[in-house]
């Protein structure tokens, strides 16, 4: 699949704003905590996605009913769906100036039932000149997504006989249609019968 980039200029996947907050206190404090002991920007990006991965739980995972979705809250509150993860990454990427991307996929239950968005980042790492989709919605038994910029390892292959798709637009800030419902959502439980099934 070839990614195409919603924004032409490579500058606007580094900026902030009120959801990839990168220049907030705890965001930049984790950042330099993750980079420190690194020596390039692909041990900080590995250690930035590990660190969202395995110390940021999924909230149905753990069964969490909360809803964030700023990147500085996501760290704070150590919460959060695909998406709202996918925001802490691509805020401690674009905190150290690494290009980061929103994309999504479309899912579906094993009988093609109940669609969802899911949430992941893409990252352009300097001195690569594509692109490299990761997934750090968090592993779990089934589930063993790991950083690699040549083969994906994501967490979920998509199943076309099941309506399921890879989208592929790297958005520069995230999809309008994720940020409404989890904006809207008071709770988890709140929050999947108006979050997106397709995008």
Same mark, same amino acid.
């Given at each position: /699949?070839?990614?195409?980039?919603?924004?032409? &200029?490579?500058?606007?996947?580094?900026?902030?704003?009120?959801?990839?907050?990168?220049?907030?206190?705890?965001?930049?404090?984790?950042?330099?905590?993750?980079?420190? =002991?690194?020596?390039?920007?692909?041990?900080?990006?590995?250690?930035? *996605?590990?660190?969202?991965?395995?110390?940021?739980?999924?909230? &149905?995972?753990?069964?969490?009913?909360?809803?964030?979705?700023?990147?500085? +809250?996501?760290?704070?509150? #150590?919460?959060? $769906?695909?998406?709202?993860?996918?925001?802490?990454?691509?805020?401690? @990427? #674009?905190?150290?100036? $690494? !290009?980061?991307?929103?994309?999504?996929?479309?899912?579906?239950?094993?009988?093609?039932?109940?669609?969802?968005?899911? =949430?992941?980042?893409?990252?352009?790492?300097?001195?690569?000149?594509?692109?490299?989709? $990761?997934?750090? #919605?968090?592993?779990?038994?089934?589930? +063993?997504?790991?950083?690699?910029?040549? %083969?994906?390892?994501?967490?979920?292959?998509?199943?076309?006989?099941?309506? %399921?798709?890879?989208?592929?637009?790297? *958005?520069?800030?995230?999809?309008?249609?994720? /940020?409404?419902?989890?904006?809207?959502?008071?709770?988890? !439980?709140? @929050?999947?019968? $108006? *979050?997106?099934?397709? @995008?």
């Amino acid at each position: /699949m070839e990614l195409i980039q919603h924004h032409p &200029q490579l500058a606007a996947y580094l900026a902030a704003d009120d959801v990839v907050d990168h220049r907030h206190p705890l965001v930049r404090e984790t950042a330099v905590r993750l980079a420190s =002991g690194v020596t390039d920007a692909y041990s900080y990006a590995k250690a930035a *996605y590990e660190f969202v991965r395995d110390e940021i739980p999924h909230s &149905q995972d753990s069964g969490d009913l909360r809803v964030t979705w700023r990147a500085s +809250d996501v760290l704070a509150e #150590r919460t959060g $769906i695909c998406c709202a993860k996918s925001h802490a990454l691509a805020a401690l @990427l #674009r905190a150290e100036a $690494i !290009p980061a991307a929103f994309c999504y996929q479309r899912l579906a239950d094993d009988d093609g039932n109940n669609p969802v968005v899911h =949430g992941l980042v893409a990252v352009r790492l300097p001195g690569r000149d594509a692109w490299a989709r $990761i997934d750090a #919605r968090g592993n779990k038994p089934g589930v +063993d997504a790991r950083f690699s910029l040549d %083969e994906e390892r994501l967490a979920w292959k998509v199943r076309p006989e099941f309506n %399921e798709v890879d989208y592929p637009v790297l *958005y520069d800030v995230p999809h309008a249609a994720v /940020m409404e419902a989890l904006k809207a959502a008071p709770d988890r !439980p709140s @929050l999947w019968p $108006i *979050y997106p099934t397709e @995008l």
